[in-house]
């Protein structure tokens, strides 16, 4: 039996930081000791800590009306579905709004089994989609897709993530679609091979079959471009945002086609408090920093800066790197738990992943090459 002295279920592993307030790639904690956020807060600090734009976006909002909901139009919506399909591919031209990334996912694949008329799904070994029923059943691992099965929920079919052969083969016209990460974030920011997202591309056209792009920790541009999609030159069908899209608000977005939009109908899809207007306000100023301080080039410039400097540590003490932009994995010879916990006396917060050897790092868009070089430096010394 879980047991903890808070009221809250001790169900999350919690780092030993204690933070009171956060500005840019820092937290600060009440005994005023600085942290260097190399983590983001799972990706999702896109603009930095308590960035001024969004934060006085937050508050215009909610002081001019805090909440209703979709029964309401409301024009901040609008302007926010209009600002993201703005920097997605032509193709996806239509978004509905939420509030999480399970949630955005678990719609994107209710629309593929309601626009295919089928159930069943294939999705890459590896792949992380959420906690709620239908993304347990394309989610990998034993233990989550146990929570699938007592759902009722057909199993996706699993295929490697670098066999663009056997995902070819496996999409028939049973398959209600593909889903997968072109970035996977669990396995330690593992970037897909683009002939797999090009077969996957393939196989969904000759099968008629959706494909679903899950950029929630990939997206909103993390990785070299608005949406993995671009950088990759790989347009899916739906494809999902959420973490750094109102830079720590709550809200998520599926963006699809017009041939989709136009087969859903009133009652289809709906969410009490997705596109709410202060995280829609957030959404919108975060967008506008991310275009106006040029953050999708920085994390291409400074994610190479670290991909660099971590290799020129050398192979004893660096892998191989693997992910793109700011969500990078530096595949290490010792647990990487234990190096992290190592940087953390260095006062710098970074990830793990599924994969024990290879640790996380998804800082803030506006992560610096000072900060980077702050990172490195450390790293130097924890791995020496």
Not at 55 to 75: G, N
Not at 146 to 163: E, T
Not at 168 to 196: C, F, H, K, N, Y
Not at 348 to 353: C, D, K, L, Q, Y
Request: charged share 15%.
């Amino acid at each position: 039996m879980l047991t903890s002295s808070s009221a809250l279920l001790p169900v999350y592993a919690q780092l030993p930081v204690h933070p009171v307030r956060g500005s840019g790639s820092w937290l600060h904690d009440a005994d005023g000791q600085a942290w260097l956020d190399a983590y983001g807060g799972h990706a999702v600090a896109a603009t930095g800590h308590c960035h001024p734009r969004v934060v006085a976006a937050i508050r215009e909002q909610a002081e001019a009306l805090l909440f209703y909901s979709t029964a309401l139009p409301h024009p901040i919506r609008e302007q926010l579905a209009s600002a993201i399909v703005a920097h997605c591919p032509p193709a996806l031209r239509k978004v509905f709004l939420v509030n999480s990334g399970a949630e955005a996912n678990e719609n994107a694949l209710h629309l593929a089994r309601k626009v295919t008329g089928r159930q069943r799904f294939v999705s890459i070994e590896g792949g992380w989609h959420g906690r709620t029923a239908a993304t347990l059943a394309v989610t990998d691992g034993e233990k989550y897709m146990a929570g699938a099965r007592r759902a009722g929920m057909p199993l996706s079919l699993k295929v490697p993530w670098n066999d663009p052969a056997t995902l070819l083969s496996a999409v028939d016209d049973t398959i209600a679609g593909v889903i997968l990460e072109p970035v996977q974030g669990l396995t330690g920011a593992r970037d897909l091979p683009v002939e797999l997202l090009r077969a996957a591309r393939t196989a969904c056209d000759r099968a008629g079959a959706m494909l679903i792009f899950d950029e929630v920790q990939c997206g909103v541009g993390r990785c070299g471009a608005f949406t993995a999609a671009e950088s990759y030159g790989v347009t899916p069908d739906l494809l999902t945002l959420a973490k750094g899209l109102a830079s720590g608000l709550p809200i998520s977005a599926v963006v699809t086609t017009d041939a989709i939009a136009a087969l859903i109908k009133s009652g289809d899809l709906g969410s009490t408090f997705g596109g709410g207007p202060v995280p829609c306000a957030a959404a919108l100023a975060t967008l506008a920093v991310i275009d106006d301080e040029k953050l999708i080039e920085n994390a291409v410039t400074v994610g190479n800066h670290l991909r660099e400097g971590a290799l020129a540590l050398g192979p004893k003490k660096i892998v191989s790197t693997q992910g793109r932009g700011l969500l990078l994995g530096l595949r290490l010879h010792r647990p990487a738990v234990e190096v992290q916990t190592a940087l953390l006396r260095h006062q710098i917060i970074t990830g793990t992943s599924s994969d024990p050897q290879v640790l996380r790092l998804m800082p803030p868009l506006s992560f610096s090459i000072s900060e980077a070089e702050l990172l490195l430096l450390a790293l130097a010394q924890v791995l020496s």
